[in-house]
C-alpha cells in the first residue's frame, strides 16, 4: 500500500475504510501551443487553452463484514460525487469532480478493490497575505490562479486593487475569482464593481496597485501544469 498520507476533503483515506493501493496523474488537456505558416518553417507561439486532468485511483476497502465494506463504498462514493480535494502522495491536492466509480472487485476475503476516475486541477495549499500598493507578488504556480481578495473599509467607501473598482462599500467586501462571486456581508455586490474578469494572479511576480483606505488582503491556490 501506499496509502499514508491520502485526505479527502481533510479526512484521512482510512477513516473511509479504505487504502490507496495504486494512483495515476494524467496530463492536462491543451489547447494548440502554435501555429506554423505554410510559407514559414518558423513556429509562432499560441497562448493555449489549459484543461483538466484524469486522475486514476485504485482503491481497497476492507471491514469485518461485507455490509461494512459495501457501506464504506457508499459512503466514499456519496463524499465524492460532490466536488472534493483530494491530497495524494505526491504531495499536490487535486480539486476533483467524480467521472466514474468502478464496479468493486473481491481480492481478497473482506477486501473489495475500486477503480476510481476523476478529473482533476492540480494546486498547492492556500497562500494568503495582506496587499499593499506597489508590492509586488510572487505566485508560486505555473498556470494563471483564481484569487480571492478581501476588503476591510477604513475611511474610504472606494476602493481600486489593479483593475477592479469597488464603490458604495459599508462592510467587508470579498471579491472570489474561484466562486465566480461578489459579495458585502454576504449580499450580492457586483454591481457596485467595473469588473471586466474576476481577479487572478500571473505565473511569477504581479505588482499589486491599490487606491483607497482599506485592510486588503489576497489569497489563492498555487495552480500547476
Not at 14 to 22: H, I, K, T, V
Not at 133 to 151: C, H, Q, R, V, Y
Request: glycine share 8%; charged share 20%; proline share 6%.
Amino acid at each position: 500500500m501506499i496509502d499514508k498520507d491520502t485526505k479527502i476533503n481533510g479526512t484521512p483515506l482510512r477513516l473511509f475504510g479504505a487504502e490507496l493501493l495504486d494512483y495515476k496523474v494524467g496530463p492536462c488537456e491543451m489547447g494548440k501551443t502554435y501555429f506554423s505558416a505554410p510559407s514559414s518553417i518558423v513556429p509562432t507561439s499560441l497562448k493555449s487553452t489549459v484543461g483538466l486532468r484524469k486522475v486514476e485511483l485504485t482503491i481497497d476497502f476492507s471491514g469485518s463484514t461485507m455490509h461494512e465494506i459495501e457501506h464504506n463504498i457508499s459512503n466514499l462514493t456519496a463524499i465524492l460525487r460532490d466536488k472534493s480535494e483530494i491530497y495524494l502522495p505526491d504531495g499536490f491536492f487535486y480539486t476533483s469532480m467524480l467521472e466514474k466509480f468502478g464496479t468493486p472487485t473481491e481480492k481478497a476475503p473482506w477486501i473489495m478493490q475500486v477503480p476510481v476516475t476523476l478529473v482533476s486541477y492540480r494546486h498547492g495549499s492556500l497562500e494568503i497575505m495582506s496587499i499593499t500598493d506597489n508590492m509586488t507578488l510572487f505566485s508560486k504556480g505555473n498556470i494563471k490562479s483564481p484569487a480571492i481578495i478581501e476588503i476591510v473599509p477604513k475611511s474610504d467607501t472606494e476602493v481600486k486593487i489593479n483593475d477592479i473598482k469597488v464603490s458604495n462599500i459599508k462592510g467587508m467586501v470579498i471579491i472570489d475569482g474561484i466562486s465566480g462571486t461578489v459579495k458585502e456581508n454576504g449580499v450580492n455586490k457586483f454591481l457596485d464593481t467595473d469588473m471586466t474578469e474576476f481577479p487572478h494572479l500571473e505565473p511569477g511576480a504581479n505588482v499589486m496597485s491599490v487606491d483607497g483606505d482599506a485592510d486588503i488582503t489576497i489569497s489563492y491556490y498555487p495552480i500547476f501544469f
